[in-house]
Structures are given as structure tokens and as C-alpha cells.
Nanobody
């Protein structure tokens, strides 16, 4: 099982930027897919972006494509989400998650970090 800890959330004005980090520890595999999800009050948790740990292939939700960039530092077992041009609709708790491979469920989750975008 891999343990995940997010950091970097906060309050930002619309149009601003934030960078989230997700530190992974425990047993990890090169086949892992790491992802970001978010959950706004009253909404279900939604996919934001994902990255294949070894190939670096990336996937984005339509709502963040072109504004958010997912990346990873394999040597530090850390994943990032650079969020630019933030909108009030991006306000949510952001979670990082890990899946053991492509087309498998995300089974490891962090505790979440709050992102609030003011208008």
C-alpha cells in the first residue's frame, strides 16, 4: 500500500495560480498511475488529471485542460499539479490518488487539501 500526503492548497484570487504537491511513500511500482481528484461541497468527487508514473503520459478532464499541468519527480516520489488561471468553480478539496496500473481503480488516497478561489 502506498501512503499519500498532499500539500500546497490555499486561498487565491480568480486568475491566480497554485501548485499542489503529493508525496508518496511505501511500496510503489513503475506501472502506477497517479491522479488528482477534487470534490466541491454538494458534489461528487471528480477526476482532474492523471499521470503514468514511468511513461509520463498525462490525462486531463476537459474542464482543466490547458490551465492545469500534472507532473512528477520520480526521484522524490512526488507528484505536482500546477493550476493556472484559476476560477471560482475550481474551489474544492483536492485529493491525490494512486492506481496500480492503467484501467485499475484508484485505491490509495491522500487526506485532501483545500483550494479556494475567490472572485
Amino acid at each position: 500500500q502506498v501512503q499519500l500526503v498532499e500539500s500546497g492548497g490555499g486561498l487565491v484570487q480568480a486568475g491566480g495560480s497554485l501548485r499542489l504537491s503529493c508525496a508518496a511513500s511505501g511500496r510503489t511500482f513503475s506501472s502506477y498511475v497517479m491522479g488528482w481528484f477534487r470534490q466541491a461541497p454538494g458534489n461528487e468527487r471528480a477526476f482532474v488529471a492523471a499521470i503514468h508514473w514511468s511513461t509520463g503520459s498525462t490525462y486531463y478532464a476537459d474542464s482543466v485542460e490547458g490551465r492545469f499541468t500534472i507532473s512528477r519527480d520520480n526521484a522524490k516520489n512526488t507528484m505536482f499539479l500546477q493550476m493556472n488561471s484559476l476560477e471560482p468553480e475550481d474551489t474544492a478539496v483536492y485529493y491525490c490518488a494512486a492506481a496500480r496500473g492503467v484501467h485499475t481503480d484508484f485505491t490509495s488516497w491522500g487526506q485532501g487539501t483545500q483550494v479556494t478561489v475567490s472572485s
